[in-house]
């Protein structure tokens, strides 16, 4: 069913999608390649929301050259009427002869009917080309279509001993500067970074992406940044002060507390949005508040935060990855652990696998996933 030439062609598509993974959410990144006659004559990728869709830039730079091309798209062309028209129409009034995908898209709008679309007009489809390769560029898109909850990341930083602050609470900063560009780009490529009181009331941290340290090509830096992810914090009682940077006008910001807990007037003043949610042993409602960044069609979260609140995260299986900077320093025994996690014995261990590992400057950026899931 495909050859060579659809497998390199499909390989350029998915190489187009990453280039909308800091600007398309909550749309999925999509990548698209016309070709006619082995030449290609278009390319797109989905533009920041309310935006183009990939086919429809393709199509455009292709013009009248799209009649009889094929489009290698890695996700199924859209059939419905959203913030943009349906792709699959846009491709068969171009004449497109062939469409080869690599995914059908999870979108239960869409879910095989942009297909059955373009068959009806007579138009060939061929779908599953390079298809593990298409789902891991959109696993948070996926997630929040198949399970109703955007993926879950937690990024901890450690030394080689397993420590994440020293006894006083101070923690910066363990690791370089290659590996704080590198977590500026996961913050940039999620929809909501989340974290806890603890960690605002130590480092007073902003949460925001700043252009300029993401390490990204400038275009890419600016999408970005324009583009913030909305900042969660964790506070039961309320205790962010008004003026913390997580608070300030540079980007979105959710205080989520306790539904018991009395708001202060400061706060309320200051017109931050609030978010109560049910307390549980360990803090707050975190599927609640999954739920909640599901309804606003949140695709990647990132959690970046102290050892507690990610002791609680995983012992409520809500994490998908964990993506560990360990840094070339040791800490000594009387620094704080990487998690809170009180396990008793050998048969309570988490399973993990390592997805991968790379050197990031001076750092060792360790990817695991919970093997059990
Ligand atoms: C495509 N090509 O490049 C993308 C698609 O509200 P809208 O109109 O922007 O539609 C959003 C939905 O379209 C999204 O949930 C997903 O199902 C699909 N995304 N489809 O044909 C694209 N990004
Ligand atoms: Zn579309």
Redesign the pocket.
Known sequence: MSGEFDTLMMARALQLARRGRYS?M?????G?VLVREGAVVGEG??QP??GD???IQALRQAGDQARGATAY?T????S?????GP?ALALIEAGVSRVVAAIE?P?P??AGN?FARLRESGVIVDSGLLADEARAVIPG?IARMTRGRGRVRIKLAMSLDGRTAMASGDSQWITGPAARADVQRLRAMSCAVVTGVGTVLADDCSLSVRAAETGLPEAQAQLASVRQPLRVVLDSNLRTPPAAKVLDATAPSLLCHAIDAPVPAAIAAAGVELLPLARDQKGLDLAALLQHLNQRQSNEILVECGPHLAGAFLSAGLVDELIVYMAPVLMGSDAQPLLHLPLQKMAEKVPLKIADMRRVGEDWRITAVPSLR
């Open positions: 398309a909550p749309n999925p990144h999509v698209c990728f989905t929301a309310g869709h990939a086919e798209v996700l199924e062309p859209c419905h009427h959203g913030k943009t792709c898209d979108n709008l869409v942009g898109f």
